[in-house]
C-alpha cells in the first residue's frame, strides 16, 4: 500500500490526529504512545524515523533530535478500525523523556487480576 493510500484510509480524531504505539521491534516491548497527523506519519512512512506532533508545543518532533535516543522504523501497521498505528522500532536509548527504556516503566498501578475461565 502506498503512503497516499495509507494517508486515505486512516481515521483521524476531531483534531486531526491519531495514537502511535511505539514497539521494540526485538523484544516487543511497548515503548510509549504519542500522537501523529497526516504530515507526522508521511515523514515516518518516507523518512525510516519517526515522527510525531506535539500537542502541547504544537510542532513536529523526530524522537532523539535532541536528546540522541533515536528510533529507527522497522514496521508499520493500522490497526482494525483504521484510527491506531503501530509502529515498531529500533530504539536508541531511552524512549521516555524521563530517561526510562519505556514510558511505563515502573509505573504500574494496583489492579484486580482476573481469573481465566476455560
Given at each position: 500500500m502506498?503512503?497516499?493510500?495509507?494517508?486515505?484510509?486512516?481515521?483521524?480524531?476531531?483534531?486531526?490526529?491519531?495514537?502511535?504505539?511505539?514497539?521494540?521491534?526485538?523484544?516487543?516491548?511497548?515503548?510509549?504512545?504519542?500522537?501523529?497527523?497526516?504530515?507526522?506519519?508521511?515523514?515516518?512512512?518516507?523518512?525510516?524515523?519517526?515522527?510525531?506532533?506535539?500537542?502541547?508545543?504544537?510542532?513536529?518532533?523526530?524522537?532523539?533530535?535532541?536528546?540522541?535516543?533515536?528510533?529507527?522504523?522497522?514496521?508499520?501497521?493500522?490497526?482494525?478500525?483504521?484510527?491506531?498505528?503501530?509502529?515498531?522500532?529500533?530504539?536508541?536509548?531511552?524512549?521516555?523523556h524521563?530517561?526510562?527504556?519505556?514510558?511505563?516503566?515502573?509505573?504500574?498501578?494496583?489492579?484486580?487480576?482476573?481469573?481465566?475461565?476455560?
Amino acid at each position: 500500500m502506498s503512503t497516499q493510500e495509507v494517508l486515505e484510509r486512516l481515521v483521524f480524531n476531531s483534531e486531526g490526529l491519531l495514537p502511535a504505539i511505539i514497539q521494540d521491534d526485538d523484544s516487543g516491548d511497548v515503548l510509549m504512545l504519542a500522537w501523529m497527523d497526516r504530515e507526522a506519519i508521511r515523514r515516518t512512512l518516507t523518512t525510516g524515523r519517526v515522527t510525531f506532533w506535539s500537542r502541547s508545543r504544537q510542532e513536529y518532533w523526530r524522537k532523539g533530535d535532541t536528546s540522541g535516543h533515536r528510533q529507527y522504523v522497522r514496521g508499520v501497521a493500522v490497526d482494525c478500525d483504521d484510527d491506531t498505528l503501530l509502529v515498531r522500532v529500533v530504539q536508541l536509548g531511552a524512549a521516555c523523556h524521563t530517561g526510562t527504556r519505556t514510558c511505563f516503566e515502573g509505573r504500574e498501578v494496583a489492579a484486580q487480576r482476573g481469573e481465566v475461565e476455560h
